[in-house]
């Protein structure tokens, strides 16, 4: 069962914007963490942005250092939907794009996956 799904994405020139959304299809009272990885070819996944989860942590947030500034994670309880609101992008943006969410449940921690969306930025 699919349980995040992803849309946005796609072709975008140097210096312009785009954003992704994720629909969170879990209860999102039981989730730790939500964010976005990246993974680019030839290299390894790695961390975009992250929030936590919960409202008394005021969803304080993470950046990458090579995104800080350009990108903005948020989210809409209401809509189970995180998003990711990339401007000023680079070439060096270009990656399937994830969005992750861990689930506290029970004492267990569950991590869930989207199946990715490919972003491309020309020059």
């Known amino acids: 069962q699919v349980q995040l799904v992803e849309s946005g994405g796609g072709l975008v020139q140097a210096g312009g914007s785009l954003g992704l959304s994720c629909e969170i299809r879990?209860?999102?009272?039981?989730?730790?963490?939500m964010g976005w990885y990246r993974q680019a070819p030839g290299k390894q996944r790695e961390l975009v942005a992250a929030?936590?989860?919960?409202?008394?942590?005021?969803?304080?947030?993470t950046y990458a250092d090579s995104v800080k500034g350009r990108f903005t994670i948020s989210r809409d309880n209401t809509r189970n939907m995180l998003y990711l609101q990339m401007n000023s992008v680079k070439p060096e943006d270009t990656a399937v794009y994830y969005c992750?969410?861990?689930?506290?449940?029970?004492?267990?921690?569950?991590?869930?996956w989207g199946q990715g969306t490919q972003v491309t930025v020309s020059s």
């Open positions: 879990l209860s999102m009272h039981s989730l730790n963490s």
């Open positions: 929030m936590r989860a919960a409202m008394s942590s005021g969803g304080a947030t």
């Open positions: 992750h969410v861990d689930q506290l449940l029970i004492g267990r921690t569950y991590d869930y």
